[in-house]
């Protein structure tokens, strides 16, 4: 089974800076990379695939990069709307897929 | 636009099993990759399995191997998961999620329900 391990756990950022959240898996994933948002009560919703594609509805402050084992997502400028937990998954080596634990971004 | 709408909210018995459904729109059905993830409270995401249905392929996670059952309905556009042998561990909320591709990446999701475990 990969192990996804998303880090840190929390990052605080104030409105307006720059977030990197990272997610490092324990085999190679290829590029077989998602990052996905939460926010509270809602389900999950896909935001970035192919470690570097970013799903329809986001806009262009969030990027993710990376390959292999090292994966990270930037936020450029963050917005009110953006303070949610954030998951990365991979899905190039299963059963099971397997997602990291999370990274919960907040308010500063 | 696709959509995903599950069944509601569930509370059982230890000892008992649980079907939920996914009814799917706006895409079609043969082509649609199914998983179940859940989400205990307060936790992560966790994958219990899914169906490929352009491969006629189902995986599931080695924990749950044994107590889930994935199946789809083509006739009615639905998704199930059947969990058995209940535990207050498997209270969480259940998404379906899914793509059109054949690939385990989740572009949509359903909204969630609700099991509950306990006596």
């Known amino acids: 089974e990969i192990v996804m391990t998303q880090s840190p756990a929390t990052l605080s950022v104030s409105p307006g800076e720059r977030a990197t959240l990272s997610c490092r898996a324990s085999q190679s994933v290829s590029d077989n990379l998602a990052w996905y948002q939460q926010k509270p009560g809602q389900a999950p919703r896909l935001l970035i695939y192919g470690a570097s594609t970013r799903a329809t509805g986001f806009p262009a402050r969030f990027s993710g990069s990376g390959s292999g084992t090292e994966f990270t997502l930037t936020i450029s400028s963050l917005q009110s709307e953006d303070f949610a937990v954030y998951y990365c998954q991979q899905y190039n080596n299963w059963p099971p897929i397997t997602f990291g634990q999370g990274t919960r971004l907040e308010i500063k | 636009q696709v959509q995903l709408v599950q069944s509601g909210a569930e509370m059982k018995k230890p000892g008992s099993s649980v079907k939920v459904s996914c009814k799917a729109s706006?895409?079609?059905?043969?082509?649609?990759?199914f998983s179940w993830v859940r989400q205990a409270p307060g936790h992560g995401l966790e994958w219990m399995g899914g169906?490929?249905?352009?491969?006629?392929?189902?995986n599931y996670a080695q924990k749950f191997q044994g107590r889930v059952t994935i199946t789809t309905d083509e006739s009615t556009s639905t998704a199930f998961m059947e969990l058995t042998s209940l535990t207050s561990e498997d209270t969480a909320v259940y998404y379906c999620?899914?793509?059109?591709?054949?690939?385990?990446?989740?572009?949509?999701w359903g909204q969630g329900t609700l099991v509950t475990v306990s006596s």
């Open positions: 999620a899914g793509t059109l591709e054949p690939v385990y990446y989740f572009d949509f």
């Open positions: 706006g895409g079609t059905f043969s082509s649609f990759t």
């Open positions: 169906i490929i249905s352009i491969f006629h392929t189902t």
